[in-house]
């Protein structure tokens, strides 16, 4: 499986972005592949950003993102999304998709991910 993420750019604080991630490779609708986000801050360790199940019934969020982020897929477009509003600088990191191959799965840490896309940048300016 090929993990593409794209969106990224550079953008105010106090504004929106949309992620994507598409996947090659397999397809959604016939195989479970729960998918995480992840993201990199400079000079940071990769963190937990949001994972949603291979049906999309749960999600699971980081704290600090709550009721501004939200994760959502299209099994039939192969992609996840992660839409970002009120951004804030702190937000400003390499975002990342990760998947794996599992049924029951929601969320844990990155060596319970398989697949991996290269990452999309985020910039959030004061």
């Known amino acids: 499986v090929q993990l593409q993420a794209s969106g990224g750019g550079l953008v105010q604080a106090g504004g929106s972005l949309r992620l994507s991630c598409a996947a090659s490779?397999?397809?959604?609708?016939?195989?479970?592949?729960?998918v995480g986000w992840f993201r990199q801050a400079p000079g940071k360790a990769r963190e937990f950003v949001a994972a949603i199940t291979w049906n999309g019934a749960r999600i699971q969020l980081r704290d600090s993102v709550k009721g501004r982020f939200t994760i959502s897929r299209d099994n039939g477009q192969n992609t996840v999304y992660l839409q970002m509003n009120s951004l804030k600088p702190e937000d400003t990191a390499v975002y990342y998709c990760?998947?794996?191959?599992?049924?029951?799965?929601?969320?844990?840490?990155?060596?319970?991910?398989?697949?991996w896309g290269r990452g999309t940048l985020v910039t959030v300016s004061s």
């Open positions: 490779g397999a397809s959604f609708t016939v195989s479970p592949y729960p």
């Open positions: 990760a998947a794996v191959e599992a049924p029951g799965f929601l969320w844990g840490p990155e060596t319970a991910y398989e697949f």
